[in-house]
């Protein structure tokens, strides 16, 4: 009996422990899309550059943004056809 209560109770602090990363892992990841999402927006430095029509600067912008947020994976930045 005292052995299956150890038993037990590494396997319950096992899932504890791998839920625990996961919870910070997603954390730290939905942290780093907030601002990548904020420096694609309208306001931010990506933003800034698409409305003053910058466009030699855009591909740097985005290899930044892709640098400084190595976990995020592929982004892209839509532009969606007016009257499409």
Do not use: C, D, W
């Not at 550059?49 to 640098?67: A, C, D, I, P």
């Amino acid at each position: 009996m005292a052995l299956q209560t150890i038993f037990h109770e590494k396997i319950e602090n096992g899932i504890q422990n791998t839920l625990s990363q996961t919870r910070v892992s997603l954390e730290n990841t939905l942290s780093n899309m907030e601002y990548v999402s904020l420096q694609l927006s309208q306001e931010g430095t990506f933003g800034q550059s698409l409305l003053f029509n910058r466009l030699s600067s855009h591909q740097k912008n985005m290899n930044l943004v892709n640098v400084t947020n190595p976990y995020l994976g592929v982004m892209l930045y839509f532009f969606r056809v007016r009257g499409k």
